[in-house]
């Protein structure tokens, strides 16, 4: 059974920074993808970025390009997603999912590509 588990979120001023984590627990496969996806009340969920463990590649939706990095800095499954330079419109709830990376698509980031998901983390940007 695979696990995923968020951590992180919280209130932060508008320019502030905030980091978040996921932690995929039971994955046996050889290479996975793992993503960050958010959903502000009244809209759909939308891909933030992701991480691809075969060759460690990143992807970023345009609106947090140069603001947000996605990282893996050690040989697991943990990713943390750095947001630095927040924006109110930045508020939402943040959702990490993992997946086989052969079953996702490197962008645009679908939620329906993945199956495993976590309980999701608030991120509220105001002053």
């Known amino acids: 059974q695979l696990h995923v588990v968020e951590s992180g979120g919280g209130l932060v001023q508008p320019g502030g920074s905030l980091r978040l984590s996921c932690e995929v627990s039971?994955?046996?496969?050889?290479?996975?993808?793992i993503a960050w996806f958010r959903q502000a009340p009244g809209k759909e969920r939308e891909g933030v970025s992701s991480?691809?463990?075969?060759?460690?590649?990143?992807y970023y939706a345009d609106s947090v390009k140069g603001r947000f990095t996605i990282s893996r800095p050690y040989a697991n499954t943990t990713v943390y997603l750095q947001m630095n330079s927040l924006k109110p419109e930045d508020t939402a709830t943040y959702y990490c999912?993992?997946?086989?990376?052969?079953?996702?698509?490197?962008?645009?980031?679908?939620?329906?590509?993945?199956?495993?998901w976590g309980q999701g983390t608030q991120v509220t940007v105001s002053s």
């Open positions: 999912a993992a997946e086989k990376e052969s079953r996702v698509r490197r962008l645009p980031l679908i939620p329906e590509d993945y199956n495993y």
């Open positions: 039971g994955f046996t496969e050889a290479y996975f993808a």
């Open positions: 991480f691809l463990s075969s060759d460690s590649r990143t």
